[in-house]
């Protein structure tokens, strides 16, 4: 389950990195809808950031999350 999270969470990140560099909404281009969005450049840096850290939780697939204790 926690991995099918991380792979929601990662999924909606990239989208949002693309809206953020392109204003272009992947999720909305394939589930139907208006896939340009018109944004600020302010939101358009909060939503590249989150998108940059959607890549950076990629690499969470590999952490065994018991091996802290």
Do not use: P, Q
């Not at 999720?27 to 969005?37: C, E, F, I, N």
């Amino acid at each position: 389950m926690a991995k099918f999270a991380l792979t929601l969470v990662i999924i909606g990140a990239l989208n949002w990195l693309l809206v953020g560099l392109f204003e272009w909404d992947l999720v909305s281009a394939l589930l139907g809808g208006d896939s340009h969005r018109e944004s600020s450049g302010l939101s358009r840096i909060v939503y590249s950031l989150v998108g940059l850290c959607g890549i950076y939780c990629v690499r969470f697939y590999s952490v065994d999350r018991y091996s802290a204790r």
